[in-house]
Nanobody, 117 residues
Framework: QVQLVESGGGLVQAGGSLRLSCFVS???????MGWYRETPGKQREWVAT???????NSVDSVKGRFTISRDNAKNTAYLQMNNLKPEDTAVYYC????????????WGRGTQVTVSS
């Protein structure tokens, strides 16, 4: 069973930065890596995606502030979050989608990010 373990969350003041990491227990070169976030009472929201071929994209609300990256040699994906805002407060989840098997994906257990004003 593939496991994803997120780390790097915490409490930060508005304007601060955090770097989330997602270690995956398999070769991530064949996975599309993504970050999502969820707040109480809301649906889980897509934040950013790192494609296996090197491209990346993100939701408009974080463009220019968040950067997704990956290190295939370390089987780890990252989310660098700068200029954090209170509305970024959420549980952040890492996701891995298989390139070759439709519908096969894995989730981490999440890491809490809290931004104080």
């Amino acid at each position: 069973q593939v496991q994803l373990v997120e780390s790097g969350g915490g409490l930060v003041q508005a304007g601060g930065s955090l770097r989330l990491s997602c270690f995956v227990s398999t070769n991530i070169a064949v996975y599309i890596m993504g970050w999502y976030r969820e707040t109480p009472g809301k649906q889980r929201e897509w934040v950013a995606t790192s494609n296996a071929g090197g491209g990346a994209n993100s939701v408009d609300s974080v463009k220019g502030r968040f950067t997704i990256s990956r290190d295939n040699a370390k089987n780890t994906a990252y989310l660098q979050m700068n200029n954090l805002k209170p509305e970024d407060t959420a549980v952040y989840y890492c996701n891995a989608k298989s390139l070759f098997t439709s519908g096969l994906e894995y989730w981490g257990r999440g890491t809490q990010v809290t931004v104080s004003s």
